[in-house]
Structures are given as C-alpha cells and as structure tokens.
C-alpha cells in the first residue's frame, strides 16, 4: 500500500483573518488562541487589538456596574464578599460577570481611590481587570524608591523623634499616541517632625516631602522614572489628596483638595479649594488648571463628555466643560434641566441626595437620587436616573430602582476590549 501523500495546507492569508477575527464575539475570538502560535499571536497583536477596541457596536452600548456587597453576603468559598459586578445592555438586561476572586474579596479603603474605567479596563489602587477577557492583573513592584539611610541623613531625621511614610497614588490612561495603556504612579515620602506635650507624643504637619513620578507601559515589567527637565507642581510637594480623576485623549486629570484639617474651620478658605493636576501621558508633562468660576471651589464628579473635560458639582444643576483654544484653556457652563421631584421630600423624616456618578461621551448623565430615613435603622433607597442633554428628557434605569444601600459606581460606555494585561 502505498503511503498517502500530505496535500500541502495553504495558510490563510493575515489580512483575511484579522477581517474574520474582528468581526467575532470577543469570547468566541479567545477561543481561537489556541489553534496556533500563529493565531495566537494575531488575535493578541495590537493590529487587531485596536481594530476590535474601535469597533462601533463596542461603545455606548453596555453599562458596568458594580454594587457594594452587604456584610451578610459571601462568595462561593464562604468568604466574605465586597465587590459585585455585572453588565446592562441597552435594553435594561443583566448579565452577572465572572469576576476574579480578588476583585470580590478584597476590601478597597476610601485611600486607594475610586474605581476607574479607561479604554476597556478597570483600575482599582495597583490592580488592573479587563471585563471582556476576564483577567485580572498586580502592577509589578516599582524601583526602589530611595536609599533608606540616605534619605534620613540628608532629610534629617532623628531616630526615635522623628518619623517619616511614603504612599503611593495610581493612575490607568491611555496614550493616544502608540495606543497603550499606561499607569502613573505618584510616590511621595514625607517627614513629620515630633514634639511633646504632656509627656504625649504628637505629630506635627508635613516638614519636608520627596516626590518620585514613575510611568508604567502596560505589560513591560518595570516602571521608568521620568528624567524630565521641566519643575514639578509645588502642590506635588505639599499633603494633598486626590478624589477622583478621568483619562481623556492622552491626559490624566485629578481633582486634587488639602488634607482635612484637625482643627479645621467649616468654612473652606479660598487656598483650601479644588485644583485640577493634568498629566500628558506622552509628553510627561503635568499642568495646573484652574476651577471655573461659579463652581464654588469644589468638585464631586469629573468625565468625559465628546473628548472634553466636563466637572459637576452635587448641589448645582449645572456642569462645567473645557473648550481650548488659542487663548488656552476656556470653560462653558450648561444649565441642566432636572426633574424638581428629585429635590422634593416626598415623606417627613426621610432626605434626598443627587449625586452624579457617571457620563457617556454621547451626552447622557448618569444620576444617583438616594432618599434616606434620619432613622440609622431603616435601610437607604437609591434609583439610578439618566439624562439626555440634548432632548432634556429623564429615564430609570429599571434595573438599578429603588435598590437598598446601592453605594456603587456606574461605567457608562463600556468598551470592549481583548488587550492582554501581560
């Protein structure tokens, strides 16, 4: 019997498959990495990365929204569970997400800051989750920060007097510009000098500050140091705290605001407003901007709205968006036309609280109205609204009404996105 002759295969040419993979259900397309080498290395190549990322029906049509567990709630192991996730489609239905066990378990304090959403992935603190693909990544550890014994000996600290911490601030972006995903890692050390009183030890406000600004290209190993020319914002060197941030075309904006004072008076001084700190992720460069005016010096939400900045501020029904021109940076105010029902107290002993959580790029506002009972006991009730700002309509979100203790967050325009973490 003569043996059979191997007919030759013809490969199926790159471009076909990369019309064919993009095209595809993102959980069929990752099923296909393990035909080959070969498909596995197109399905993670950038090419069809960025064409599947920019797909149309990809933006604008799922929400992602994650509830804060009550403490009676617990995981499949019986363990303690923090974080719920789970996706609505346009037409209000709800899909649970296979969520790592991290992002369930773990406590998150108000210190690692808010959750984030940025070109498809989620960043929490040092964690980053792709709710397409289902992975969930650490951020490497950075370079050492700084000699320990030099930084005593030239920052002058007395052992045994003095004392002295480094925290660390996380920001996920994208850079436009080589269409990665890049983190920014703002790492402070801070020396307090001691005194005594009464035989107490007490600290006193910050003396001296170092600041190190490290970049990390997701999925290389290490973090660069930035070697720019340029002088820091001196609100880098001072005690401050970020609330919240977005990452819009390139540039990460935080809305920065002082420490809480001990001894701090209720009325807030003009130095203790907001600040906006910009940092382009490309050129490495940070910037100060200042608030508009009539926005009372503080903030409660920042996102994007067209590929502009856009602010908010819970007790005015307005927003405020940056226009740049050649004069620099510009703000314009929009009157918001909200329902007055929302302000209304439907029911003696119970409160209402509206606060933004959430904007779509398209125009749509995402709204919390959480009505509570000055009774600790009774259980707070929260509807999700949104609001178009072109019609000037108003709609619940039917899944998320009247749902008990929501304290969550809402990511509008989820995008899809099959970018590898590693």
Not at 100 to 113: H, R, Y
Not at 144 to 150: E, I, N, Q, V, Y
Not at 156 to 175: Q, R
Request: overall charge positive; proline content about 6%.
């Amino acid at each position: 019997m003569k043996p059979t002759k191997r007919k030759n295969i013809v490969p199926i040419p790159k471009d076909i498959l990369l019309e064919i993979f993009v095209k595809l259900p993102a959980k069929r397309l990752l099923r296909f990495k393990c035909v080959s080498k070969h498909w596995c290395s197109i399905i993670e190549g950038s090419e069809l990365v960025d064409a599947f990322r920019n797909r149309p029906c990809n933006r604008g049509t799922n929400l992602l929204v994650r509830r804060k567990c009550t403490q009676e709630e617990e995981t499949i192991e019986g363990r303690r569970k923090f974080n719920d996730f789970f996706l609505l489609d346009s037409e209000g239905k709800c899909v649970p997400l296979e969520v790592p066990v991290i992002l369930q378990e773990k406590f998150f304090s108000n210190d690692d800051g808010e959750w984030q959403h940025v070109e498809g992935l989620v960043h929490r603190k040092n964690i980053i989750w792709n709710p397409t693909t289902r992975k969930v990544v650490h951020l490497p550890p950075r370079n050492p920060f700084w000699d320990a014994s030099k930084v005593i000996e030239n920052m002058g600290i007395v052992a045994g007097c003095d004392n002295w911490s480094v925290s660390s601030k996380y920001f996920l972006g994208f850079d436009v510009s080589i269409k990665k995903h890049k983190v920014l890692c703002i790492c402070r050390m801070d020396f307090r000098m001691n005194t005594i009183s009464d035989g107490y030890i007490e600290n006193s406000d910050i003396q001296k500050s170092q600041v190190s600004i490290e970049v990390l290209t997701l999925g290389a190993n290490c973090w660069k140091k930035t070697t720019s020319d340029y002088p820091l914002p001196k609100e880098l060197f001072e005690d401050f705290h970020v609330k919240t941030y977005c990452s819009i075309n390139g540039v990460i904006y935080m809305i920065i605001c002082p420490p809480c004072k001990r001894f701090q008076l209720p009325r807030r001084r003009s130095d203790q407003n907001d600040t906006i700190l910009a940092y382009d992720i490309t050129h490495e460069k940070f910037q100060l901007l200042p608030l508009p005016r009539g926005i009372g010096g503080i903030v409660h939400f920042v996102g994007d709205l067209r590929g502009r900045l856009t602010l908010m501020q819970q007790k005015h029904k307005q927003i405020w968006i940056l226009e740049e021109d050649y004069g620099g940076p510009r703000w314009t105010v929009v009157d918001l036309l909200l329902p007055e029902l929302w302000y209304t107290r439907e029911i003696s002993l119970r409160e209402k609280i509206v606060k933004p959580i959430g904007l779509n790029p398209s125009g749509e506002i995402f709204f919390e109205v959480k009505e509570f009972s000055l009774n600790i006991k009774e259980s707070s009730l929260s509807t999700i609204y949104v609001y178009n700002m072109e019609s000037k309509d108003t709609r619940k979100v039917r899944f998320l009404t009247r749902m008990k203790n929501f304290f969550g967050s809402i990511f509008p325009n989820l995008v899809a996105t099959i970018q590898p973490l590693k």
